[in-house]
């Protein structure tokens, strides 16, 4: 089923079953460097489907978690889905709140640092449960030890700050949003 953006490479793992894996041929990557938006949502905003997640959005930045928090969330959420456009808005948006470098370029191996509290590890193994809710089903263990740093209306703000991320995501891949576009307002982290 190999087309020409892709090749197929067969192979036998240890049990000897039979796998196929496709990797991107060199047409792909030179395809992909002229980003071009499939369709431009943000030109509307208006209608009313993007109205819902943006109230969601506003809700969030209004809900009383900590805005460098959330940007943490969002960041990490975006980095599981690969989504470039999220990452660079939410990287700005954390730096205008005084997030720093140190923090951000670790954050996709936050459990091998101390850079973050335990309430924020708390958030991010949340975030990575949620985001990766097919493969996880949200286990027990994780529910029990983020309720030990929020409490349940924290909690389902958090889940809803996902919500919203994993929404943006999935739209931004999808119709491929082009990162480096963004610019954050001088006053407050803009919605995403």
């Given amino acids: 089923m190999a087309n020409n953006l892709y090749t197929a490479q067969l192979f036998l793992d240890t049990s000897g079953a039979r796998s196929d894996i496709y990797l991107y041929s060199p ?5 992909e460097t002229e980003m071009k938006m499939r369709i431009d949502y943000h030109a509307k905003f208006s209608e009313e489907p993007l109205q819902a997640i943006l109230a969601l959005e ?7 978690l900590e805005a460098k ?13 690969g989504c ?8 700005k948006d954390a730096r205008m709140l005084g997030e720093t470098e140190q923090r951000l370029y670790a954050l996709s ?8 509290s335990e309430r924020e590890r708390a958030a991010l193994e949340w975030t990575e449960a949620v985001t990766l809710v097919s493969q996880t089903h949200v286990p027990d263990e994780v529910y029990e030890q983020t309720r030990k740093h929020f409490s349940e209306k924290e909690l389902l703000d958090l889940t809803f700050a996902l919500v919203a991320i994993n929404s943006w995501n999935r739209l931004a891949v999808s119709l491929r949003a082009i990162p480096g576009t963004y ?5 407050s982290a803009a919605a995403s």
């Fill in 27 to 31: 047409q792909c990557y030179e395809k």
């Fill in 109 to 116: 191996a936050w459990r091998e640092t101390t850079f973050y």
């Fill in 58 to 64: 506003k809700y969030v930045h209004k809900c009383g």
């Fill in 84 to 91: 470039a456009y999220c990452l660079d808005m939410h990287s």
């Fill in 69 to 81: 928090l959330l940007e943490l969330v969002k960041m990490r959420a975006s980095q599981i889905n």
């Fill in 183 to 187: 610019q954050p307002k001088k006053s």
